[in-house]
């Protein structure tokens, strides 16, 4: 078992990888073998693998850990999710009742402490933008109250009315309203 953060973990056992979010529901399940190969199918994933393996890029923030491509940039170790597997976790991050539909920052922040992609805050935008359970529950765009004007001065008597409602007031001590 290894720890990506104090909320997440990642379980290598018996071939099988489970990300674990905070309240023990998997995130993403997949064979570590299929990572492996989904990895390597992956452009950016098999460019990055082999800049690493002919130490093309010693400084980079990317290091390989039981032939997985992670991501290092902070400490902790983040799976870099291929193209294809993308969109279910943007599905698992932001869709499924556990999740809430966060909305972009929220839905991003789950994503960031355990996975990592190029583009990752731009897909997660559009992802979230389009999402009908997020656009209904948004908060309607409204324009700012107007700012008070005074109003002109008459120039005959009775060319404005005003009317000032005004709600029940409260009773005096002298029973008075």
């Not at 299929?34 to 290091?63: G, I, T």
């Not at 170790?77 to 599905?91: E, F, G, R, S």
């Not at 991003?108 to 999402?131: A, E, G």
Request: overall charge positive.
């Amino acid at each position: 078992m290894q720890i990506l953060s104090p909320d997440f973990m990642l379980i290598t056992q018996s071939q099988k990888m489970t990300v674990y979010g905070p309240i023990e529901f998997p995130i993403y399940i997949v064979n570590t073998e299929d990572m492996v190969e989904l990895q390597r199918e992956d452009p950016f994933c098999r460019d990055m693998l082999k800049r690493l393996k002919s130490n093309k890029q010693p400084q980079s923030k990317f290091v390989i850990q039981d032939n997985i491509l992670m991501y290092n940039k902070t400490g902790d170790h983040k799976i870099v999710l291929p193209k294809v597997m993308q969109t279910d976790a943007l599905v698992e991050a932001q869709d499924q009742p556990m999740s809430g539909h966060l909305g972009i920052e929220g839905t991003l922040f789950k994503l960031k402490k355990i996975v990592y992609w190029p583009k990752m805050k731009k897909h997660t935008y559009q992802y979230v933008t389009r999402c009908q359970e997020c656009q209904r529950g948004k908060r309607p765009i409204r324009n700012p109250q107007g700012l008070m004007q005074s109003i002109a001065v008459p120039d005959q008597p009775h060319s404005f009315i005003s009317i000032h409602f005004a709600r029940p007031l409260p009773t005096t001590k002298e029973l008075n309203k």
